[in-house]
């Protein structure tokens, strides 16, 4: 097959193989970053898939806080006594199951029910780390305990400050944000999302 003529003239052709190979990396890992929403500098993220979420961790300690603050349960037994055992897979376990629930109970008090994209979920150390993503993806300070970013569908929390009902609030946003075929008023969201919280338990 001939070069063409621009590298031709231009370049070696010994070089073209590497470039095919270099040049499309140095456009899509950008764009993949921008896509997805990574924002975290040199934060190691680690992955859980479950139903309905794609939760990023940093550590299992993280894990095992995140499990003992979203205290979420249908009955008065709660997933927390249902699920007691230990051990990393159980952890998981337990987390996939209160997690996947949480966000069902959520679309079964907004009536909004149908096949969606996994919304992310970001877990922080503490206040400053996530405090730090959000400077980093808006350039100003935060005054946030949380939040959604519609264009990555992730929710940014932390677990020193967290709750049943924050995450809710926050999966409230993605599910509204893509259930209906035109978003919602940022002050419509908000007020359907306060709703959810306040109707969890």
């Known amino acids: 097959m001939p070069v ?87 952890l998981i376990d337990k987390l ?6 949480l966000f069902e109970r959520v679309q079964e008090i907004l009536d909004m029910r149908k096949e969606m994209k996994k919304v992310t979920i970001k877990i922080y150390h503490d206040r400053r780390q996530l405090h730090d993503a ?23 929390i932390n677990v020193d400050d967290l709750h049943e009902g924050m995450l809710a609030h926050e999966m409230a946003h993605s599910i509204i944000d893509h259930y209906l075929s035109v978003r919602p008023p940022s002050a419509t969201a908000e007020i359907l999302a306060r709703y959810v919280h306040s109707h969890l338990l």
């Open 134 to 156: 959000y400077s980093r993806i808006y350039k100003k300070p935060c005054r946030f305990r949380a939040w959604y970013i519609y264009e990555y569908n992730t929710i940014y």
């Open 96 to 101: 996939n199951k209160k997690v996947d629930v």
């Open 4 to 90: 063409p003529y621009l590298f031709k003239k231009t370049l070696p052709t010994k070089l073209l193989p590497f470039l095919i190979l270099i040049l499309p990396g140095l456009f899509f890992f950008p764009l993949q970053e921008v896509v997805q929403g990574t924002t975290s500098g040199d934060i190691a993220w680690r992955n859980i898939e479950t139903k309905y979420t794609m939760i990023h961790y940093q550590s299992f300690e993280d894990l095992e806080r995140f499990n003992d603050k979203v205290d979420y349960a249908q009955d008065r037994w709660g997933l927390k006594r249902l699920f007691s055992s230990s051990g990393s897979d159980n």
